[in-house]
């Protein structure tokens, strides 16, 4: 074994792959440019800093349960008034700020104003700067608490709920979540309050979310904690997948 053979070995035990990968050729590097020991080095440490954060990036898309890498590019600001007049504020969004803030963000509009789709936009964005995100509908949320509830395994669903930095919740407002539907969304949301950032897609006002919810007072005690401190997008116009030119 070469000494270039025993050195990859034993940066391939440190779990150091990258650098073990790309040794030989950023040696040809050093060699070529006349660079020191440690230009050497902390090239080869770029290398496997980059193949890190690349990995984390991919891992995050793949937890985040987004089946699509969705971006603002494709958004159609000219669509309405409403989309032109909030782009400032999407595009803020996009910074993911309201993250690091705790911040939640609720998307209000009828089917096909492109709620979804700036939900999808934001959480990918939030993927692609290694932030932990998950994406599901309400329903499904509840579905699956209802189910670990009955197995015993509700805490678990839970943290699994409660954990990410970037919680995003579409569609709520299609199916009533029933009294237990309720009682398990006002779990996730009172743990989430201030302390990790939930994304909310609806197409009912506040006004109306007594229809989804068991009563008005646990609609009223989720909208506040919601709105408490968050940025609420109103999206108007007509359904973008109804457009004259489709």
Known sequence: ??????????????RLNAMSGQLEEVLQVVKQNNLDFLGALERLMDIELEYRHQAAVKRKFQQSKLREKITIDGFDFNHHKSREDQKARILDLLNLEFIGGKMDVIIIGNP?????????AIAFAACQANIKVLFTTAIDMINQLIAAQADYSLLKKLQYYQSPDLLCLDELGYLALGEQGSDLFFQVISHRHQQKSTLLTTNLRFADWGKVFNSTTAATAIADRLVYHSEVLIMEGGSYRRRPNT
């Open 1 to 14: 074994m070469t000494q270039i053979d025993n050195l990859k070995h034993k940066l391939k035990e440190l």
């Open 112 to 120: 096909g104003t492109g709620k979804t789709f700036l939900a999808k």
